[in-house]
């Protein structure tokens, strides 16, 4: 499962709405290969299910994740900071065993 933390489903909702997508949109949570520890997460909000996604719900969040990035991505919690370091969304992935500086990508 993946949970998002309270200020996060905030930001989510606000951003929803301002890019003008449904309240039926999910968030579509995914990694694919790059950035400078190998893996970087990919968000978007989206309205169509694949056959391989999972959906899981927290908070009100509908959350999808294809089957093959949710092996790099059980127990994630996605919270939001907009504190000194940076403002944005940042995965708190158990599953990392390496990050880069800005938080943006990872390793197994």
Do not use: W
Not at 12 to 37: D, M, N, P
Not at 89 to 98: C, M
């Amino acid at each position: 499962m993946i949970t998002v933390s309270d200020i996060a489903k905030e930001k989510l909702e606000e951003l929803r709405r301002a890019e003008g997508h449904a309240e039926s949109a999910f968030l579509r949570v995914g990694v694919e290969g790059g950035g400078c520890s190998g893996l970087t997460y990919q968000l978007k909000f989206d309205d169509e299910m694949k056959a391989d996604d999972k959906l899981f719900e927290d908070k009100g969040v509908q959350i999808v994740v294809s089957k093959k990035s949710f092996l790099y991505l059980v127990g994630t919690e996605l919270d939001f900071s907009d504190g000194l370091n940076g403002k944005g969304f940042q995965f708190k992935n158990p599953n990392a065993t390496r990050t880069c500086g800005c938080g943006e990508s990872f390793s197994v």
